[in-house]
């Protein structure tokens, strides 16, 4: 049982490059989760999916892009990829439920934009 | 607006001390989800406690305890006789259902924990 895998663990980017931050799960939760962890900032919401088909935006969802074509994946898209981008990437699953709402994340994606 | 705050950015205790991290959320939703992660040096996230908002029991797990408040919409973390191991980013996180229950998380404790 994989769990969350986030692909790549470390990244370089030159600036304007595009690429994707690839996430998969395989504990068919519908709920997804895209964060970004900059130091002194906790972790901030990018987007969120509530099931295949269905994303929306959190609190810094510019130059980011997803989509939700099955269950299992939920990539992160970066256009034209900028310094301010540089940071660590987390994606998550939750487990909903009145007893057992839990979060699983990846083990995150090193991303450095020069 | 701030959901989540964790007025503590930094802690330094030495060793066998009592520690205790604040957490203060904001929500209208009446079911919402609170949660303690622990974020070692290594990077990743280590599930502590989730707590639901229609239990306000509070929970203890060894050195750790969690003090659940509606009343003053905080959860608070302690941390009983301190191990250097304890050294970590604390973040507590709120989850709500309007928002895909996605995690909103305080900017973090960082505790320190010397010998």
């Known amino acids: 049982n994989a769990g969350v895998t986030q692909t790549p663990k470390f990244q370089v980017l030159k600036t304007g490059q595009s690429m994707t931050l690839q996430c998969a799960q395989d504990?068919?939760?519908?709920?997804m989760s895209w964060y970004r962890q900059d130091p002194g900032m906790g972790l901030r919401l990018i987007h969120y999916s509530v099931g295949a088909g269905i994303t929306d935006q959190g609190e810094v969802p510019n130059g980011y892009n997803v989509s939700r074509s099955t269950t299992e994946d939920f990539p992160l898209r970066l256009l034209s990829a900028a310094p301010s981008q540089t940071s660590v990437y987390f994606c998550?699953?939750?487990?909903?439920?009145?007893?057992?709402?839990?979060?699983?994340f990846g083990q995150g994606t090193r991303l450095t934009v020069v | 607006a701030q959901k989540v705050t964790q007025a503590q950015t930094e802690i330094s205790v030495v060793e066998k001390e009592d520690v205790t991290l604040d957490c203060v959320y904001e929500t209208r939703d009446t079911t919402y989800y609170l949660f303690w992660y622990k974020q070692p040096p290594s990077g990743e996230l280590v599930f502590l406690i989730r707590r639901n908002s229609f239990d306000e029991q509070n929970e203890i797990s060894g050195r750790y305890s969690w003090n659940f408040q509606k009343s003053t919409s905080s959860f608070n973390f302690t941390i009983t006789a301190s191990q250097v191991v304890d050294s970590a980013v604390y973040f507590c996180a709120l989850s709500e259902e309007n928002s895909g229950y996605a995690l909103n998380f305080g900017k973090g404790t960082s505790l320190l924990v010397t010998p």
């Open positions: 504990m068919n939760h519908e709920y």
């Open positions: 998550a699953t939750i487990r909903s439920g009145a007893e057992n709402t839990e979060a699983f």
